[in-house]
């Protein structure tokens, strides 16, 4: 089965700055999807990648999958408290149109004022 | 507004008692899902649908039971043969057909078995 691992398991940041979480997978990454995840509520999606190398960017967060599709890391920019929560990275193991994804752990993300 | 919605928020329940957490949807999605959260520890699923009356077990479905009588509705019961069911409960749903294919998660339900 795909696994996937999520680094870092936590991060601090002070807010303006930047910051990288990053997932990879075991096996080939054929959807990769990125949650956010506000403590004791449900998971709001944030982006999908599916193409190798490709890039996509919301207001301050930009998700990047590697070529070979087997990483993908979400970038922070100009952090702010609002960003604070928990990320999440989805995957699809089997091409199956986003049914069946498999979760990493989770980063936890604090942003101090 | 279309969304999941489940309830409750928060349930209680003594040791050995079964219980049924709510999920209900009206995105008119075919697939819904029911995932487990501990602590500190990211989403593994229970059990999943993609269509109305079929369901089929995820990573962790022993002691835990489900039906889909209505494409709105997936209720789950933890039985009594979950031998930790304190945690948090996770419902979802998604379209085949429409790109790109997300899951929509409800808000959860905590559950805690004393």
């Known amino acids: 089965s795909q696994e996937l691992e999520q680094s870092p398991q936590s991060l601090i940041v002070q807010e303006g700055k930047n910051l990288t979480i990053n997932c990879t997978s075991s096996k080939t990454l054929y959807g990769l999807y990125w949650y956010k995840q506000k403590y004791g509520e449900g998971l709001i999606f944030l982006m999908m990648l599916q193409k190798g190398g490709e890039e996509k960017s919301h207001e301050k967060i930009t998700a990047k999958l590697d070529e070979k599709k087997q990483q993908s890391s979400l970038h922070i920019t100009a952090s702010q408290p609002s960003h604070a929560g928990i990320y999440l990275c989805g995957a699809d193991p089997s091409n199956n149109a986003g049914n069946m994804l498999t979760f990493g752990g989770g980063t936890r993300l604090m942003v101090k004022p | ?114």
């Open chain 2, 1 to 114: 507004d279309g969304g999941i919605t489940q309830s409750p928020k928060y349930l209680f329940r003594k040791e050995g008692q079964n219980v049924t957490l709510s999920c209900e949807q009206n995105l008119n999605h075919d697939a819904m899902y029911w995932y487990r959260q501990d602590p500190g520890q990211g989403l593994r699923l229970i059990y999943y649908s993609q269509i109305v009356n079929d369901f089929q077990k995820g990573d962790i479905a022993e002691g835990y039971s489900v039906s889909r009588e209505k494409k709105e509705s997936f209720p789950l019961t933890v039985t009594s043969a979950q031998k930790n069911p304190t945690a948090f409960y996770l419902c979802a749903s998604s379209s085949d057909r429409v790109a790109p294919y997300e899951q929509y998660f409800g808000p959860g339900t905590r559950l805690t078995v004393t």
